[in-house]
T-cell receptor, first 111, second 117 residues
Framework: GENVEQHPSTLSVQEGDSAVIKCTYS??????FPWYKQELGKRPQLIID?????GEKKDQRIAVTLNKTAKHFSLHITETQPEDSAVYFC??????????FGGGTRLMVKP | NAGVMQNPRHLVRRRGQEARLRCSPM?????VYWYRQLPEEGLKFMVY????????ESGMPKERFSAEFPKEGPSILRIQQVVRGDSAAYFC???????????????FGEGSWLTVV
């Protein structure tokens, strides 16, 4: 089955700095990679996703890149704000029509 | 269009009791997934269902746990004879069809927090 590794597990940045979270996956057939943001006590919410036919996607301060050859994808948040503080999960879709999640990254943005 | 609806939001059970968690997918969605999240941990896949069918239950513990998605009504995750280690948030998610189709994705409900005392 699919295996998704996510790094770092915690990330602390100063407000206004950029944050980068990286994930690797094992199943070369995976072709859909969403990112979720989860605030304490709440559900994971989709913030951006990318499919294997594109290498990069951007939505305001958030961007995701995908390297299919290396089987890794990354989340980039620019101009971080305190409200960006949360746990972020990457995921990869496998042939069983399920999402396998990374272990999560706790992002702390210090004002 | 209401989102994925889960209930109860919070459930307290004594050891040995049964817990039943319900999930109504988004309108038009026929695929349901259950994930478990232990405190301070990630999301672990449990089971994937379509109407009246269990497609993949490879993440479900072999004993005490079962899931169904009947033709009518919500999906049910049932935990029998609960133990303290079952205390977790249980998230249901749904998608309209196979994720390989462009534009489709998976949406989560608000979760059901189970506490076993």
């Amino acid at each position: 089955g699919e295996n998704v590794e996510q790094h770092p597990s915690t990330l602390s940045v100063q407000e206004g700095d950029s944050a980068v979270i990286k994930c690797t996956y094992s199943d070369s057939a995976s072709n859909y990679f969403p990112w979720y943001k989860q605030e304490l006590g709440k559900r994971p919410q989709l913030i951006i996703d990318i499919r294997s036919n594109v290498g990069e996607k951007k939505d305001q301060r958030i961007a995701v890149t995908l390297n299919k050859t290396a089987k890794h994808f990354s989340l980039h948040i620019t101009e971080t704000q305190p409200e960006d503080s949360a746990v972020y999960f990457c995921a990869a879709y496998n042939a069983g029509n399920m999402l396998t999640f990374g272990g999560g990254t706790r992002l702390m943005v210090k004002p | 269009n209401a989102g994925v609806m889960q209930n109860p939001r919070h459930l307290v059970r004594r050891r040995g009791q049964e817990a039943r968690l319900r999930c109504s997918p988004m309108k038009g969605h026929s695929h349901v997934y259950w994930y478990r999240q232990l405190p301070e941990e990630g999301l672990k896949f449990m089971v994937y269902l379509q109407k009246e069918n269990i497609i993949d239950e490879s993440g479900m513990p072999k004993e005490r746990f079962s899931a169904e998605f009947p033709k009518e009504g919500p999906s049910i995750l049932r935990i029998q004879q609960v133990v303290r280690g079952d205390s977790a948030a249980y998230f249901c998610a749904s998608s309209p069809t196979l994720l390989t189709r462009g534009g489709n994705t998976i949406y989560f409900g608000e979760g059901s927090w189970l506490t076993v005392v």
